[in-house]
């Protein structure tokens, strides 16, 4: 009998059911994980004690899924989320059942779980791993199932359609040929599922360890086109030239290519949809085909995309960013404005972001990346950034109140003459003194009355 190893905090939480005559049991992922050598101390639970019964037991309880039977336990500063053993009526409207029935059969209450390598529980009467479902055979196989009917399961929520491909990239596994098929069959229920949990799935699936895995099933299966039409639309766009892939596949192959390179989400999304305005801008070559402004276009469908995903603003921000710029083609002849300006562009705090994008890029196109401009150009920023060279208005020597001491209007030309003066030490840093920027600003601005 194999045996979970129960820490010493869930046994003592686990004396107050068992003493007052409950059962409880640890479920879902920590103990796939645990059968499979991955740390996992995300602990669930479910017991065969009512909320209300739950709530008598502690004296912390916080309700927050009671109507479904979940409440949350704090105890010795952790905090337990509990659910009653419960059947489910029928799923109407493909997220919520119409009602929920408590139960006092753990193999009834497992049977309803989304995949049979979920629906592990552990008795914390005695630490025995229960498999009903077949979960163990699955794990050896490498191998995502749906329990039972899996067209009921995914009518019962469509978002464990994206969960079945965010498990395959977590886990590099593959999924049964029946569950994918009702995938496909059952993919218009994605539909239903709030941006709020489609994004958190797909952010969790891009920072696995296997996004092509995941990515690959999504397209496979059909969800791309409902989830991120944007870049579904790169399918079957053949590129020519040096491109290998067509762009949607580029597009996943870098992504995948970003998982050695950063654990960033940004960085990581970014490398997805890099491409995604090629769909709207190519026109066709005999020997390659031309994306032009494929960039400014991918960063006008990032930020749609990233809105309608209910992103973060910091989010949105930042991967438009690295979208944006993506096509930026540094050589050894740059002088050291433009290093600055680029660098004004990007922000300095982005750079390395921006190279992680380009080389996982490259990486996809090629198998490698030759990183000895990078190299050059990150050496080149260092110099700039020790030189302590201004970068940005904040960085000059001078600020509006400066201006308007020496006659310079509050409003647009006073902004303008800020831009004018950046525009000046970014050529010349040695400009970048107050007496000099405000003789500069002077001429400025009798310049700007002799032409208004």
Same mark, same amino acid.
């Given at each position: 009998?194999?045996?979970?190893?129960?820490?010493?905090?869930?046994?003592?939480?686990?004396?107050?059911?068992?003493?007052?005559?409950?059962?409880?049991?640890?479920?879902?992922?920590?103990?796939?994980?645990?059968?499979?050598?991955?740390?996992?101390?995300?602990?669930?639970?479910?017991?065969?004690?009512?909320?209300?019964?739950?709530? &008598?037991?502690?004296?912390?309880?916080?309700?927050?899924?009671? %109507?479904?039977?979940?409440?949350?336990?704090?105890?010795?500063?952790?905090?337990?989320?509990?659910?009653?053993?419960?059947?489910?009526?029928?799923?109407?409207?493909?997220?919520?059942?119409?009602?929920?029935?408590?139960?006092?059969?753990?193999?009834?209450?497992?049977?309803?779980? %989304?995949?049979?390598?979920?629906?592990? +529980?552990?008795?914390?009467?005695?630490?025995?791993?229960?498999?009903?479902?077949?979960?163990?055979? %699955?794990?050896?196989?490498? @191998?995502?199932?749906?329990?039972?009917? +899996?067209?009921?399961?995914?009518?019962?929520?469509?978002?464990?359609?994206?969960?079945?491909?965010?498990?395959?990239?977590?886990?590099?596994?593959?999924?049964?040929?029946?569950?994918?098929?009702?995938?496909?069959?059952?993919?218009?229920?994605?539909?239903?599922?709030?941006?709020?949990?489609? #994004?958190?799935?797909?952010?969790?699936?891009?920072?696995?360890?296997?996004?092509?895995?995941?990515? @690959?099933?999504? #397209?496979?299966?059909?969800?791309?086109?409902?989830?991120?039409?944007?870049?579904?639309?790169?399918?079957?766009?053949?590129?020519?030239?040096? &491109?290998?892939?067509?762009?949607?596949?580029?597009?996943?192959?870098?992504?995948?290519?970003?998982?050695?390179?950063?654990?960033?989400?940004?960085?990581? =999304?970014?490398?997805?949809?890099?491409?995604?305005?090629?769909?709207?801008?190519?026109?066709?070559?005999?020997?390659?085909?031309?994306?032009?402004?494929?960039?400014?276009?991918?960063?006008?469908?990032?930020?749609?995309?990233?809105?309608?995903?209910?992103?973060?603003? /910091?989010?949105?921000?930042?991967?438009?960013?690295?979208?944006? &710029?993506?096509?930026?083609?540094?050589?050894?002849?740059?002088?050291?404005?433009?290093? #600055?300006?680029?660098?004004?562009?990007?922000?300095?705090?982005?750079?390395?972001?921006?190279?992680?994008?380009?080389?996982?890029?490259?990486?996809?196109?090629?198998?490698?990346?030759?990183?000895?401009? =990078?190299?050059?150009? /990150?050496?080149?920023?260092?110099?700039?950034?020790?030189?302590?060279?201004?970068?940005?208005?904040?960085?000059?020597?001078?600020?509006?109140?400066?201006?308007?001491?020496?006659?310079?209007?509050?409003?647009?030309?006073?902004?303008?003459?800020?831009?004018?003066?950046?525009?000046?030490?970014?050529?010349?840093?040695?400009?970048?003194?107050?007496?000099?920027?405000?003789?500069?600003?002077?001429?400025?601005?009798?310049?700007?009355?002799?032409?208004?």
């Amino acid at each position: 009998m194999q045996q979970f190893p129960i820490p010493s905090v869930i046994r003592r939480f686990s004396k107050q059911f068992i003493e007052a005559g409950f059962s409880l049991y640890i479920v879902g992922g920590a103990v796939r994980d645990y059968l499979l050598g991955i740390q996992n101390e995300d602990y669930d639970f479910t017991t065969d004690a009512k909320p209300e019964e739950v709530m &008598h037991l502690f004296k912390a309880v916080i309700p927050t899924g009671i %109507d479904h039977g979940t409440v949350t336990v704090r105890f010795e500063k952790h905090s337990f989320e509990v659910t009653t053993f419960r059947s489910e009526g029928s799923y109407q409207d493909g997220r919520h059942p119409s009602s929920v029935t408590f139960i006092s059969n753990l193999a009834e209450d497992l049977k309803r779980r %989304d995949f049979t390598i979920n629906a592990f +529980a552990v008795d914390l009467h005695d630490s025995r791993i229960i498999d009903l479902n077949g979960g163990k055979e %699955d794990l050896k196989h490498r @191998t995502i199932r749906a329990i039972g009917d +899996a067209r009921k399961r995914f009518e019962e929520d469509g978002l464990r359609i994206l969960r079945a491909c965010r498990f395959a990239g977590k886990l590099n596994f593959r999924i049964d040929e029946d569950t994918l098929k009702a995938m496909h069959d059952c993919r218009a229920n994605l539909r239903n599922v709030s941006s709020e949990r489609i #994004r958190d799935e797909l952010f969790t699936l891009v920072l696995s360890d296997h996004p092509k895995v995941g990515l @690959t099933y999504m #397209r496979e299966c059909g969800i791309l086109e409902i989830i991120l039409p944007e870049l579904a639309a790169g399918d079957q766009i053949d590129q020519k030239g040096m &491109h290998h892939e067509d762009v949607l596949s580029h597009a996943i192959s870098t992504c995948q290519a970003s998982v050695a390179l950063t654990d960033r989400l940004e960085v990581r =999304l970014a490398a997805l949809l890099h491409d995604i305005g090629k769909s709207e801008v190519m026109e066709e070559g005999p020997e390659r085909n031309t994306f032009y402004n494929h960039d400014l276009v991918g960063e006008k469908l990032t930020i749609e995309l990233m809105k309608r995903l209910k992103a973060s603003n /910091e989010q949105i921000r930042l991967v438009s960013l690295l979208v944006r &710029h993506h096509m930026f083609s540094y050589q050894s002849n740059w002088s050291d404005s433009a290093v #600055r300006r680029f660098l004004t562009r990007v922000g300095k705090e982005h750079v390395g972001m921006l190279f992680s994008l380009r080389i996982a890029d490259q990486i996809a196109i090629h198998g490698k990346a030759d990183i000895s401009l =990078l190299e050059e150009l /990150e050496q080149r920023i260092k110099c700039i950034l020790d030189a302590q060279d201004a970068l940005s208005i904040k960085d000059l020597a001078v600020n509006g109140n400066d201006l308007m001491q020496v006659g310079i209007p509050k409003g647009r030309q006073l902004g303008k003459t800020l831009e004018y003066l950046l525009d000046t030490v970014l050529d010349d840093p040695k400009q970048n003194t107050k007496e000099q920027l405000l003789k500069i600003a002077k001429h400025y601005q009798s310049l700007s009355n002799l032409t208004s």
